[in-house]
Nanobody, 120 residues
C-alpha cells in the first residue's frame, strides 16, 4: 500500500500561482498513474489532472487546461501540480491519488488533501 502526503496548499490572490506536491512512501509509484482531484465546498470531488506512469501523456479537465501542469519525478517518488493564473473557483481541497491506470484512479490510494484558497 502506498501512502501519499500532499503539501503546498495555502491562500493566494487571484492570478497567483501555487505548486502542490504529492510525496509517496511505502512503495514506489513509478509504475502507476497519478492524478489530482479537487473538492470545493458543497460540491462533489472532480477530476483536475492526471499523468501516466511514464510522464506522458497528461490529461486535464477543461476548467484547468492551459493553467495547470501536472508532472512527476519517479526518482523522488513525488508528483506535482503547478497551478498558475488561479481563480476563485479553483478554491478547493486538492487530493493526490495513485492508481494502476488513469481510468481506474478513483479506485487507487488517496492522500489526505491540501487546502487551496484563492481570494478575489
Amino acid at each position: 500500500q502506498v501512502q501519499l502526503v500532499e503539501s503546498g496548499g495555502g491562500l493566494v490572490q487571484a492570478g497567483g500561482s501555487l505548486r502542490l506536491s504529492c510525496a509517496a512512501s511505502g512503495r514506489t509509484f513509478s509504475g502507476y498513474a497519478v492524478g489530482w482531484f479537487r473538492q470545493a465546498p458543497g460540491k462533489e470531488r472532480e477530476f483536475a489532472a492526471a499523468i501516466t506512469w511514464s510522464g506522458s501523456p497528461t490529461y486535464y479537465a477543461d476548467s484547468v487546461k492551459g493553467r495547470f501542469t501536472i508532472s512527476r519525478d519517479n526518482a523522488k517518488n513525488t508528483a506535482y501540480l503547478q497551478m498558475n493564473s488561479l481563480k476563485s473557483e479553483d478554491t478547493a481541497v486538492y487530493y493526490c491519488v495513485v492508481g494502476r491506470t488513469i481510468p481506474t484512479l478513483h479506485l487507487g490510494s488517496w492522500g489526505q488533501g491540501t487546502q487551496v484558497t484563492v481570494s478575489s
